[in-house]
């Protein structure tokens, strides 16, 4: 294997084989490998076995002389992918015995391929936030530790300091999202959630609150809508003629598979965070999840909808699956020792974290502050992690802060990146962030060995078909261009990763493959790999022996060819909204789902019809984005450039493609807010008044 070139194992078309533990396992295609995954995650531990959490009050002196909290902080340290000890390892291999899937005395236990980790601590309003540098970020690989930091209120302080003590319960929980690679059969379906029995199940499964909703831990919904997949509730509806007739054994599996990915899918339009339930308990901690508590959005069954999302597989793709924990549980049993009380006029917390990276060897940071305490030089390994600081200063907000950080990577060629911070702890300076994963370029390779537009999971001589993958990358921050060589089978995916120039200058990828299918050599030229591609495709066709690069920058047909479908699935389920619009009530309108659509650039948008307007006030619309009269049913093509909340309610800025601009009105009903973080392309329907906005679809770029 190469220096920067990873083979991706992924879970066989056979998937689960059980549970152990705190563990669950999967098959493999691999002789004798079993992939393991934590089912929820674990406090971290230092070199002396402590768990990695560090709960800091800031105390004031009242005019009485008693002390009072103001406030705090706290780090919190968690392990995602825990190694099995050796008493789970006995259990496992005793489980792979009995179903005869590998040899118990040569079996070796892999952890699941994962990627794509996000991760989010929810905490009460009223206890505190989550720092946003560290909270809703991507991970990466959600392998190895993760680091939290929360900013405590006085409430959520003192709620802190007396469930360390005491073992009260904590209000919060974590939650970890990610993706693992998963070989599936050509094949799709239609999951039809079906609302109002939905509504009608969960209402007598879950508990009611005090404030009228319905809620339960995540292992009770993760149950529920097992349950519902079962009584039909959760309807899963195979396309064309389904699996094949070798396969059909596969099919409670697929179907187990399909609801889970849109439970996926659908969590968060049918469900919230609810970490504080008052008078309710913290959720169970068994099960796939961990325990945190989720509310149903649905009061009532008028509320429900009906939801149709229809999934597609291609070969290889990546499955999106959840971990979550309270932090009731997480922080059973914790030692008191964690707990710090320090007066906040004199003496504050500086912390640096550094995110983990599967590339990374080591991080060597330089902390230096104008005055409170000598200078620090802690070292990170790959792992990541955080270190907490207790600087005295008669004015903690004039200490400034230098952090000069070096990423040295595990690859020899690769070079050592250097970076600088440096801030007030007024500005944000007691909390320096480490992000080792920004200097870090990652793509995933595919082959795919196709028979026309259907792709052909058993080649005719499987052994032997295989290519050579060459990749290489270069730029200006690099003395030599680096390269590396590995071999690439329809079996399993493999993982480029380059450094990127922490200047922000732009390098070059590129890659070539050769090798043997079907008997006869191929050969596939170079090609670079755009700057921000994803996903990278070799085709091999069996029948006219061509081979062909693909990625998302070639131009490719839109319907009937699996090239275009694996390039808008980018090696992940293809999903379409099929969900049906509800009329006939303003709480009907949903959120804005993606549906696949042409890349911005290849769209002939209609040019918007301005023969009804006078040309002044068309000029007008061109300039300021004017509120323009709309007619009923009006249907308009653009792509939005952010929201204005005003006195006369929320509006939606669009431009059009030649160039005007639309201040669309939306109804004050609905949370439009996730138009804020990036543009979109968008079609709107305007309601029958002309007035508002009916309908938004948002189209997928490919």
Not at 78 to 91: L, V
Not at 193 to 205: D, K, M, N, P, T
Not at 324 to 341: K, M, N, Q, R, V
Request: overall charge negative.
């Amino acid at each position: 294997m190469g220096t920067f070139l990873t083979e991706s194992v992924p879970v066989s078309l056979s998937g689960a084989l059980g549970s152990v533990g705190s563990y669950n396992l999967f098959n493999c295609d691999q002789p004798n490998v079993v992939l393991y995954v934590a089912r929820q995650p674990r406090l971290m531990l230092d070199e002396r076995g402590k768990p990695g959490v560090a709960v800091t009050t800031y105390t004031t002196q009242q005019t009485d002389g008693s002390l009072k909290i103001t406030g705090g902080s706290a780090t919190i340290g968690i392990n995602t992918t825990p190694e099995m000890d050796a008493a789970t390892i006995d259990q496992a291999k005793a489980l792979v015995a009995r179903q005869g899937t590998a040899d118990p005395n040569q079996v070796r236990f892999l952890p699941l391929t994962t990627q794509k980790g996000k991760a989010l601590l929810n905490l009460p309003t009223m206890s505190g936030a989550a720092d946003k540098a560290h909270n809703e970020r991507d991970v990466g690989t959600p392998g190895g530790s993760l680091s939290f930091l929360a900013n405590l209120t006085e409430v959520g302080a003192l709620e802190w300091a007396q469930g360390i003590k005491t073992g009260k319960a904590i209000s919060g929980d974590i939650t970890i999202s990610y993706e693992y690679l998963r070989r599936l059969p050509d094949v799709g379906a239609e999951v039809h959630v079906h609302g109002s029995r939905i509504f009608e199940h969960l209402s007598a499964a879950l508990d009611v609150s005090y404030n009228g909703f319905f809620y339960g831990g995540s292992a009770k919904l993760e149950a529920a809508w097992n349950d519902m997949t079962r009584n039909g509730a959760v309807e899963v509806v195979f396309l064309g003629q389904g699996l094949p007739p070798d396969q059909e054994q596969m099919r409670q599996e697929m179907v187990k598979t399909f609801s889970q990915q849109a439970m996926q899918i659908l969590f968060d339009q049918i469900f919230a965070p609810m970490p504080q339930v008052a008078p309710a308990e913290p959720g169970h901690t068994s099960g796939v999840f961990g325990g945190a508590n989720f509310a149903l959005k649905w009061q009532r069954s008028s509320d429900a909808i009906e939801m149709t999302q229809r999934i597609e597989f291609h070969g290889t793709a990546w499955l999106t699956q959840s971990m979550d924990i309270s932090l009731a549980a997480l922080f059973s049993g914790l030692d008191p020792a964690c707990l710090s009380e320090i007066p906040a006029q004199a003496a504050f917390d500086s912390v640096v974290l550094v995110d983990p990276d599967d590339q990374l060897s080591s991080a060597s940071v330089s902390l230096i502050w104008s005055g409170g305490r000598p200078p620090e030089a802690p070292v990170f390994g790959k792992e990541g992690g955080n270190k907490r600081y207790t600087v005295v200063s008669t004015n903690p907000g004039d200490v400034v802060v230098d952090c000069i950080t070096k990423l040295n990577y595990e690859a020899a060629k690769w070079p050592v990146v250097t970076s600088t911070q440096k801030a007030a702890v007024r500005d944000g300076g007691n909390n320096m962030v480490i992000k080792s994963s920004a200097s870090v370029g990652r793509t995933d390779l595919y082959l795919f060995v196709v028979d026309g537009n259907k792709v052909v999971y058993n080649p005719t001589s499987p052994v032997e078909d295989f290519l050579v993958v060459n990749v290489s990358y270069e730029g200006p921050h690099l003395s030599t261009p680096l390269r590396d060589s590995a071999r690439l089978d329809p079996a399993s995916p493999l993982f480029f990763a380059y450094p990127l120039d922490i200047q922000g200058r732009s390098g070059t990828a590129k890659f070539s493959a050769f090798g043997q299918i079907g008997g006869r050599l191929r050969r596939a030229p170079e090609k670079v790999i755009p700057p921000d591609e994803v996903s990278v495709f070799v085709l091999v066709d069996v029948t006219t022996g061509d081979v062909r690069l693909i990625t998302k920058e070639d131009q490719l047909p839109e319907t009937g060819d699996v090239a275009a479908a694996l390039v808008r699935a980018q090696g992940r389920p293809l999903v379409t909204d099929l969900t049906p619009h509800k009329a006939g009530s303003e709480t009907s309108h949903r959120p804005p789902k993606p549906v696949p659509y042409p890349r911005p650039e290849a769209l002939h948008r209609p040019r918007p019809d301005t023969s009804h307007r006078p040309a002044a006030e068309a000029q007008q619309a061109h300039t300021n984005g004017s509120p323009v009269a709309s007619r009923p049913r009006e249907t308009i093509r653009g792509w939005t450039m952010g929201m204005e909340y005003g006195p006369n309610g929320t509006s939606l800025l669009v431009r059009i493609s030649d160039g005007t601009s639309r201040r669309i009105r939306l109804r004050p009903t609905e949370d439009w807010s996730s138009f804020e973080k990036e543009s979109r392309d968008v079609e709107i329907v305007f309601d029958s008044s002309g007035e508002y906005a009916d309908t938004i679809r948002t189209m997928l770029t490919v």
